[in-house]
């Protein structure tokens, strides 16, 4: 995988993290538009939706860049030496530079002013916790997975499952991702957060972050039973 | 794959691409009928039905023909070495002649008139640039899949949940696919689109499809990295 | 798979298919009763159930005996030489004693009169297509990846799949089993269908395998590219 | 996997149950409180968030621990040779532990009382049988697929998708799993059990777990297939 200049991978994960922001951003506004009144139908719609584009992309990606597409996976793979650290800077860029892309790209496609300001408020102990808790089992998910030497497509089915149920069993609805708080940011549809709680999600998300690190740590110690 | 004869190659595009179409109708003619007040719900269920449906005729005829059964697919495996161009006018005759029986085949099984001239107004800026990003969100994941050596389980799996993903995240439901779009020119339900907007659609899905192409062609540049 | 004697792999097969119709007539029960009015819904339920204990049952049963659950999926096989013809028999009377066993225990576990005369209309011109094609769908995935060299995953894949989408692109709700079809008519819940109306699917369920059988002859003709 | 301490490995088990247990409460109250008035559609979310994060956990956790989750499933491996006996109690006070932290950590999230006293009734001959059933089901699947060879992504597959159709086709909806049970008796929410019918319900799940291991040793016999 580290093949490949770092221009291309940061571009592929450019890519990637535009469709997926597309995708997330884009199949919220279809779903409230087609069941406005049914949030629990509008909901497991854009779940389908997310996804069913998270796995494609990272069957798709994962041999250009590894489909990382958030910047904790990327800092996380890091610190475990499976990632240049003199990479992580390119990375988080087309990161969130994609996913801004990607809520634009999902104005377009609506037909929606491309430039908004999101007014969905997502704050509070229940919203931290929730963020918190749903990063912590996306991260302790992909380090199992990789430990376990999983192949890509397991990997692939893993990540999308996770955030699949965290959609569901969080109250926050599983960002666990800053990039993705981020691009959430500029649109006032139905995936939006206001900007003021963007904060809020990423230390959050942070905090679930090194959680997962600190146990993976502690349970597979010095061994490092990486795939092949 | 190429080791069977092209009649025989192309009659499998032909059937596969006739179920598909039956599906993707038919389930619509399905969906519509059970949910007539509530669209998120028709949509969720047209969508689970082709994506499952292409998973299972992927797994089924990607031994037979390659299961394409798309002709913007066809050509840009012939453009990257992987499928003779002397066989892509066959392949291409068939998956058009297949969708339109296919069309005729959900009429038949709903005992409704099998000639239909469709009402579905499909149109404007918004629905091309949905058409755009959906083709080159298809290929791009096609060409990911392929030249990361994915194996056809994996292939058919991304397939079909970018697809799936597709379905929700584009205005247009992602028709991706100019046979597809002439198919569902001949049904005046759930699926159908206008015959005068058909062009359209495919002009777009053309300009998506060549976005790709161009993005593959920089990524991989000379390498071929393809799978054993 | 012979390797086990004739009568385990036969109690393997009536176990199979009396989980198999445990789940499509229990869940049709539950369906019904939490979504009355709606029916799409509770046909979205109902398929998702299906298909995902059919992918349960083959990634199970599979190795026991096969996990056909399915006379003509039988006889096709014993026909192209993978099952001997003197366990045709045993197989399809597990098959059609589970599938009866299986509705009765739907009933058993919903508190239900055990004993019920299905009054579920289900007949006609179009009702019969729908069941011929659903049929030649499964048969033709069978043989399709059967023939590809498919794993037992993605064998349990596809026909999971098949038939989620058929539940919805057939008019008929996709049978596709004389089996299944048999045990539904001794249920007057939502999966039922009326004694009367047997005979017709099944006849036409013989029809489509007849057809996926002359298909797949003719496309592999005397090779015999079976999985090693 | 027996390689990691018992220490880490019942850490392991923890953390699963856990998140499996936030999962299936948190849902449950997500889905109740955005489809208050569609029963089905409210099972429906809580049924797809289930088994996504059930596949992820054990493709996951399979590695450490065996993501066994269920002291039903630990006590047939041991019984089988799988699995140490002195390992057991450790396993299913981890199970036990994560289970009903689980629950808290939902309640939690929600900002709900983090402890509760659940009233919902679960009791009755169609109940017991209907968990007698779902175990048996989930057992019988985890035994063949072990003994046919199935890889961990196949085994992770069987068991969600045996979980989800379990969900809709017992009159229960399938718990299936003591920890589980008891984790559910403290909370008044979607998901929970009233203390008082727990019994009822371990007692089932032990009957359906029994008749399993005697149709597995009855199939199997001597012959220990077990994947290499």
């Known amino acids: 995988m580290q093949a490949w200049p770092l221009l291309r991978r940061a571009a592929a994960e450019f890519v990637a993290t535009l469709l997926l922001l597309a995708a997330v951003v884009g199949s919220g506004i279809m779903a409230d538009k087609l069941a406005p009144s049914v949030p629990a139908l509008a909901l497991l719609c854009n779940t389908v939706a997310t996804a069913a584009t998270l796995l494609a992309l990272i069957l798709a990606f994962g041999a250009m860049s590894g489909a990382q597409m958030n910047p904790l996976v990327t800092i996380a793979m890091a610190r475990r030496g499976k990632q240049a650290w003199h990479d992580v800077p390119a990375y988080v860029a087309a990161q969130i530079a994609g996913g801004l892309c990607g809520t634009l790209l999902a104005h377009g496609m609506y037909g929606l002013p491309l430039l908004q300001k999101a007014s969905h408020v997502r704050s509070g102990y229940d919203q931290w916790l929730s963020e918190a808790v749903a990063t912590f089992a996306l991260l302790i998910v992909i380090f199992g997975c990789e430990r376990g030497g999983a192949t890509r497509a397991q990997f692939a089915a893993a990540v999308a499952a996770i955030?699949?149920?965290?959609?569901?069993?969080?109250?926050?609805?599983?960002?666990?991702?800053?990039?993705?708080?981020?691009?959430?940011s500029i649109t006032d549809t139905f995936a939006g957060i206001r900007p003021t709680?963007?904060?809020g999600f990423v230390a959050a998300q942070c905090l679930g972050a090194a959680l997962a690190i600190v146990f993976d740590r502690w349970f597979f110690g010095a061994t490092s039973r990486e795939p092949a």
Chains 1, 2, 3, 4 share one sequence.
């Open 163 to 184: 955030i699949a149920g965290a959609y569901w069993f969080t109250a926050s609805t599983s960002f666990a991702n800053p990039a993705v708080t981020l691009a959430r």
């Open 197 to 199: 709680d963007v904060l």
